[in-house]
């Protein structure tokens, strides 16, 4: 074990007892945050960043800056071309540029100061110029003219607030409250285009359900084209058979003295049928049998 002179040991002592009994002799910083510091109100060039810093100037003045992500938020009634004032939410996302705090607290002071002196009022004047580009105030709910907006105001103030040790992240617009009667004529426009949404799709069912008859009327009529056709077939079918029989008598006279004969036959079984001999060359026809008689 190395063993330290009495000397350096006493003297390590006094520079740790200096300390602790005099901390301007260093500093310490918190996270997300800089510091600047200042000597008889001179600002040093170099910001100091987050943790403890030794040794440092007891004469030193300390100021803080916050470099976390912030938000502001403003609301403003801007004017369009047709006059009329309609009510924004805007948020603007920013931070201070660590690099850039020496020159933030020489040439405007502290944070609080930046967001007074630069941010609110270049917001507002931005939002007053981008509204005069709008034609009417209903334009503002319109998708494009929202996504416009938002890139207008980033853009500018990027540009203004770079100078001034400002980095702009982002654009936000919250909310849109148009004068109230064009809220209510936009509510009104929208309900009659609902009532005629809602008559198209009345009238395309009323349509379907049409040509659904239709389809269901002409299926019937094909059906019963079909049946009379069939009926037609078979009428044409019996005709034939018809004519070929009426051939066939005319052409075989037997087929007729079967048939005599065969009504003959039925008509006997009829215990109520009388038969009749006709002789054909007498003027009336004479009874001879009864065949329903029993006795």
């Not at 929208?190 to 198209?200: A, I």
Request: glycine share 4%; proline share 5%; aromatic share 6%.
């Amino acid at each position: 074990m190395i063993q330290l002179p009495k000397s350096i040991l006493g003297l390590i002592a006094v520079v740790f007892l200096v300390f602790l009994i005099s901390p301007r002799f260093y500093q310490s910083v918190p996270a997300g945050h800089v510091a600047v510091a200042t000597l008889f109100g001179e600002v040093q060039s170099k910001h100091f960043s987050e943790g403890l810093h030794i040794p440092v100037n007891p004469l030193y003045q300390w100021h803080f800056y916050d470099v976390r992500q912030k938000t502001h938020s403003e609301t403003s009634n801007v004017p369009s071309q047709d006059q009329l004032q309609t009510k924004i939410d805007v948020s603007v996302q920013y931070r201070l540029v660590a690099n850039d705090t020496p020159r933030i607290l020489k040439e405007t002071g502290t944070a609080v100061d930046v967001n007074t002196v630069h941010i609110v009022p270049k917001l507002r004047s931005q939002i007053r110029e981008q509204g005069k580009t709008i034609k009417r105030a209903e334009d503002f709910f319109l998708e494009e003219t929202q996504t416009t907006l938002q890139v207008a105001l980033l853009e500018g103030l990027k540009d203004y607030l770079a100078t001034k040790g400002v980095a702009v992240e982002a654009v936000l617009i919250r909310d849109i409250s148009l004068p109230p009667f064009i809220t209510k004529a936009i509510e009104a426009k929208k309900e009659r285009e609902q009532e005629v949404e809602k008559q198209k799709a009345e009238l395309e069912r009323f349509t379907t359900e049409q040509e659904q008859k239709v389809a269901a009327a002409e299926a019937e009529k094909n059906a019963a084209s079909a049946e009379a056709e069939k009926r037609r077939l078979l009428a044409d079918a019996r005709s034939y058979e018809i004519t070929k029989i009426n051939e066939a008598i005319g052409k075989n006279p037997n087929y007729v003295k079967l048939q005599a004969l065969e009504a003959l036959q039925a008509i006997s079984k009829d215990p109520a049928a009388k038969v009749y001999f006709i002789n054909g060359d007498s003027p009336a026809p004479l009874p001879l049998m009864h065949l329903g008689d029993a006795k």
